[in-house]
């Protein structure tokens, strides 16, 4: 079963992370791919409904669905005639869902999707991966957002060693204090080279790819996480 953040931690996700740098991004794929604008889309882990608001507004055509399981986030949506919200979490929406969406967006959703061992989390990654791609018409396209770890030796350790320090419940308050506001649930992060493999075993094509700038990191992170760096990286998938 997939974790749940307290409202205390969720408060910290009230906010919308495509900026001004990474909206040309998402915008030049879907004027590519969806000419005419008319689009129906599923934004999972959509929380406060900020970005599904920016696409219903580029895109006057558009309708869309906001999902997210924390009511406290769902709740601070802006009604809208052409939005839909949902409160539940991903791995409820595959079964005996027939509606089917254009485009589906997880803007920075897979590493949250943990579980109570490393190992069900990435099972939880390549679930919802499954599901999505049950619930993506002909022709659809599939946004993501994830933050690339990746691992000075070796690639797969820093996510394996952020998931252990976050996901122990006895050191919850030390890791909060260093600054993981997921202490004591845990996040699930990968590395660039795993993001490509886990898209790509779930029958995706990458179609475009975006890294963004090296994040400035403290070289402890690099001594005691085994960081090499860290960036932010968006895939635009088919099947």
């Not at 909206?23 to 599904?52: E, H, Q, T, Y």
């Not at 924390?70 to 079964?95: F, Q, W, Y």
Request: net charge neutral; aromatic share 12%; proline share 3%.
């Amino acid at each position: 079963m997939i974790e749940q953040l307290k409202d205390y931690q969720l408060n910290t996700f009230d906010t919308e992370y495509v900026d001004e740098q990474k909206w040309p991004v998402i915008k030049r794929c879907i004027d590519r791919d969806f000419p005419d604008g008319k689009f129906s889309f599923l934004d999972i882990g959509g929380g406060n409904g900020l970005f599904a608001d920016r696409i219903l507004t580029h895109y006057p055509q558009s309708h869309g669905t906001v999902l997210d399981n924390s009511a406290l986030l769902i709740n601070k949506n802006k009604p809208h005639d052409r939005k839909r919200v949902i409160v539940n979490s991903v791995e409820n929406i595959g079964t005996g869902n027939n509606e089917k969406y254009d485009l589906i967006f997880l803007n920075w959703l897979l590493h949250h999707l943990v579980d109570n061992t490393y190992k069900l989390s990435r099972q939880n990654i390549d679930g919802t991966l499954r599901t999505v791609r049950s619930l993506l018409a002909e022709g659809g396209r599939v946004s993501i957002f994830e933050n690339m770890y990746n691992g000075l030796i070796f690639d797969r350790a820093p996510g394996w060693l952020v998931y252990q320090l976050t996901s122990q419940k006895l050191i919850a308050p030390i890791v909060a204090k260093a600054g993981a506001n997921t202490a004591g649930v845990g996040v699930c992060f990968l590395s660039e080279r795993q993001w490509f493999s886990c898209i790509r075993e779930r029958g995706f094509e990458i179609l475009d790819y975006y890294q963004d700038d090296v994040w400035e990191i403290p070289w402890t992170w690099n001594l005691f996480l085994h960081i090499r760096k860290i960036y932010c990286g968006h895939f635009w998938l088919r099947i």
